[in-house]
C-alpha cells in the first residue's frame, strides 16, 4: 500500500490545500493530512478543531486520513510506516524551504521521499494567513474556502476579535 503523508498547519484549510488533497488521494492509496502542531504560533483554531474541519471538507474522499501531531514529521511518518511526503507548492520560494526540509527528513528517515505538487493557478496566491486577514475584514470568502467551514472560520475569527477587544 503506498502511503502519503501531507503535512501542514491548515490554520484554516483552504481552497488550495483541499486541491492539494484531492489530487494525492488520486495518486496514493492512502493519504493522512496531518496537522503539525507548532509550539511557536498561536493558531486561530486549536488542532483537533483543525482536524474537524479537515475531516468535513475531506469526507467524501474515502482514502484519506486525518490526524494531527507532535513530533516530528519524519518519526511521525516512519510510525505510519510511510514512504512519501506531499507538499504543495505556490511559488520558487516554497521549493527552496521545501527542498532544506525534504533533505532533512530523508536524513532522519531514509525511505521518506518528497513529491511536490505545484499549486493550481487559481491557489497560487492562497494562503491560510491570507484568508484569516480577510476573514477579519469580512471579505466574502467563498472563493477561498470550503463551503462547509466558512461558517467556522467567520465564527472563530469574531469571537477571537471579541476576546481581543476585552483583553484591551
Known amino acids: 500500500m503506498r502511503i502519503a503523508i501531507y503535512p501542514g498547519s491548515f ?5 488550495g490545500h483541499l486541491n492539494i488533497i484531492k489530487r494525492a488521494s488520486a495518486i496514493f492509496d492512502k493519504v493522512i493530512v496531518c496537522v503539525l502542531v507548532n509550539s511557536g504560533k ?3 483554531f486549536e488542532p483537533e478543531e483543525r482536524v474537524e474541519l479537515i475531516r468535513r471538507v475531506a469526507s467524501g474522499l474515502a482514502n484519506v486520513e486525518v490526524d494531527y501531531s507532535t513530533e516530528l514529521l519524519a518519526s511521525y511518518a516512519k510510525k505510519k510506516k510511510a514512504k512519501v511526503l506531499v ?3 505556490r511559488a520558487m520560494s516554497d521549493y527552496e524551504q521545501e527542498v532544506q526540509m525534504a533533505i532533512i527528513n530523508s536524513k ?3 525511505n521518506l521521499d518528497t513529491v511536490f505538487l505545484p499549486s493550481s493557478p487559481k491557489y497560487t ?4 494567513s491570507v484568508v484569516k486577514e480577510m476573514a477579519r475584514y469580512g471579505v466574502d ?4 474556502l470550503p463551503r462547509e467551514i466558512i461558517k467556522d472560520v467567520k465564527l472563530k475569527t469574531e469571537t477571537e476579535e471579541k476576546q481581543e477587544g476585552a483583553a484591551e
Open 125 to 128: 496566491y492562497l494562503s491560510s
Open 42 to 44: 498561536k493558531g486561530l
Open 87 to 89: 507538499k504543495g507548492l
Open 11 to 15: 490554520d484554516p484549510v483552504t481552497l
Open 108 to 110: 532522519l528517515y531514509p
Open 141 to 144: 470568502l467563498t472563493d477561498f
